[in-house]
């Protein structure tokens, strides 16, 4: 008999996820507090935004060949970015480097997905109307869910660098990407053995 580990759920942030319309904070793109957010002020800013699509609706398009996003600001402390997704859209498994997170599902629905060793990986609807965040130490992947799916994110400190992940054989490789790049899975790369001697 095989017995898998219990989940424990407070590794897979968006099993903790709140609803948008419950999620309040001081932070609006409006009021800025001129420095890093923690994750609670990212939830409120990204919540806050999700709630007022006259900022954001016409930025809206979608490809299955290419995941559409735009930059709705970007300073010193924060980078707000809006995502459009489709259920081909795929991120590939990544880091945020050294920033934390949080997104704002505001149309349709993403399924996070948490690596799992041993066992296959952890998925996670999350539907429009929740947010859920975490800090720079999470790796995970987002794909859509539903077609024609959009949600905000923000990061603090804003991204410069991401990870981006391959499992190859078992062996976990990181890659370190620009904040700019789209992420998409990386293909994985056959390893060739390698004695030691």
């Given amino acids: 008999m095989i017995v898998e580990p219990p989940l424990v759920e407070e590794a897979?942030?968006?099993?903790?996820?709140?609803?948008?319309?419950?999620?309040?904070?001081d932070c609006t793109l409006e009021r800025l507090p001129g420095r890093d957010l923690d994750q609670a002020?990212?939830?409120?800013?990204?919540?806050?935004?999700?709630?007022?699509?006259?900022?954001w609706q016409h930025h809206v398009a979608f490809s299955d060949d290419k995941r559409h996003y735009v930059s709705l600001h970007r300073d010193a402390h924060v980078d707000i970015w809006l995502l459009c997704w489709t259920p081909e859209n795929d991120t590939g498994w990544h880091d945020h480097d050294i920033s934390s997170f949080a997104v704002a599902v505001a149309r349709g629905a993403l399924v996070e997905h948490n690596l799992a060793v041993g066992q296959p990986s952890v998925e996670t609807e999350v539907a429009a109307g929740y947010v859920f965040g975490f800090g720079p130490d999470?790796?995970?992947r987002l794909t859509g869910r539903a077609r024609?799916?959009?949600s905000i994110h923000a990061y603090s400190p804003p991204l410069w660098r991401m990870g981006q992940y391959a499992v190859t054989g078992g062996v976990l490789r990181r890659v370190?990407?620009?904040?700019?790049?789209?992420?998409?899975?990386i293909d994985e790369v056959e390893v060739s053995p390698t004695t030691l001697v």
Avoid at 176 to 185: F, G, H
């Fill in 41 to 55: 002020e990212l939830r409120g800013l990204v919540a806050d935004l999700a709630r007022r699509p006259e900022l």
């Fill in 176 to 185: 370190s990407v620009s904040y700019a790049d789209e992420l998409r899975p």
């Fill in 138 to 140: 999470h790796i995970h």
């Fill in 148 to 150: 024609n799916s959009v």
């Fill in 12 to 25: 897979v942030p968006a099993r903790r996820a709140s609803r948008v319309r419950e999620v309040h904070g």
